[in-house]
């Protein structure tokens, strides 16, 4: 444990010396025109958080609290009604090849391959690279993913755990610098969630990419998040953001077994619990 690096999260982003903010969040409010009830929904309220290089956030709440619509407006795919959006300084406009998402519905092109939906990036926007280095990216993110053998597979043919894992490597394949993950593994067996959770971090710390994560296990928030944000009931804002103040790489340090990680565990379980009652009693 003394050889642990200890990521403190009271200096967010501390992988660096200096925080440098990556994706800044300013008083954002989100919501939706509701065409059939003709009324306005605000899905986010007042959100305003800073994620710096390197950082890993993870995002939790309530079922419709508006966890995608936060990752979405980085993304660009939703405008904000009120507050900025920034990355890198500049306000998001639209979707960039900085940032890559792993969308909580696989959203793979049915009629292409496994292989060909992982370098589907590549014909978008040209990074570049040569067909030599696509071809070795396309097999390396394959390979992490462990569809190797599927190469050939059409989506329908897949599970759903296959199809998001798809969805990873896709994302993946252009190496961006800021990863946007919508319950990547949501769909994934027990045993393979821990084996790509673990996966995960040992990546993205290697290549110091900023991460957005959105989950419902409170377990993966503490194994992942540097620092855990809960979000509240709709409107969603922020309730809490609780630092992570675990050693990594987390799953060779075993942190299951320290004390710390139940006392984390138990404090974001009684704040998304919380949350939960009211949206159940909100009639979700
Ligand atoms: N395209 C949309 N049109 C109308 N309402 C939407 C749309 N997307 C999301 N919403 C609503 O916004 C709220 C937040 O949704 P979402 O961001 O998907 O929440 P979460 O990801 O936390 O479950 C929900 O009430 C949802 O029904
Ligand atoms: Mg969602």
């Not at 690096?5 to 501390?14: C, F, I, V, W």
């Not at 954002?28 to 994620?51: D, P, Q, W």
């Not at 519905?105 to 009629?111: F, I, Q």
Request: aromatic letters at 8%.
């Amino acid at each position: 444990m003394a050889l642990a690096k200890t990521l403190s999260a009271a200096e967010p982003g501390a992988h660096s010396a200096a925080a440098q903010p990556v994706i800044v969040a300013n008083n954002l409010t989100i919501g939706y025109s509701l065409h059939r009830e003709r009324k306005l929904l605000t899905a986010l309220k007042n959100i305003t958080l800073t994620v710096n290089k390197g950082e890993f956030v993870v995002l939790v709440g309530p079922s419709g609290c508006g966890k995608t619509t936060f990752i979405n407006a980085i993304a660009g795919i939703v405008q904000p009604w009120e507050g900025t959006v920034e990355v890198n300084g500049q306000p998001v406009t639209g979707p960039g090849p900085d940032r890559a998402m792993v969308f909580q519905d696989y959203a793979l092109m049915p009629w292409r391959t496994v292989e060909s939906n992982i370098r589907m990036p590549f014909e978008l926007k040209n990074l570049g690279l040569s067909k030599q280095e696509m071809d070795e990216r396309v097999h390396r993110y394959l390979k992490l993913v462990d569809l190797n053998g599927f190469e050939k597979s059409f989506p329908y043919e897949l599970s759903g755990g296959m199809k998001q894992r798809v969805g990873i490597a896709r994302a993946l394949v252009t190496e961006p610098d800021i990863l946007l993950a919508d319950e990547p593994f949501a769909a994934i067996d027990a045993m393979t969630r821990e084996a790509m959770q673990s996966e995960l971090e040992r990546f993205v710390t290697q290549t110091r990419q900023t991460v957005v994560f959105i989950t419902h296990s409170i377990d993966e928030a503490v194994m992942l998040g540097d620092r855990v944000v809960v979000i509240s009931y709709r409107p969603g804002q922020i309730k809490e953001i609780v630092p992570v103040n675990l050693p990594r790489p987390r799953f060779d340090y075993d942190v299951k077994a320290l004390p710390e990680y139940g006392e984390l565990r138990e404090h974001i379980w009684r704040l998304v619990k919380d949350e939960a009652l009211q949206a159940a009693r909100g009639g979700k």
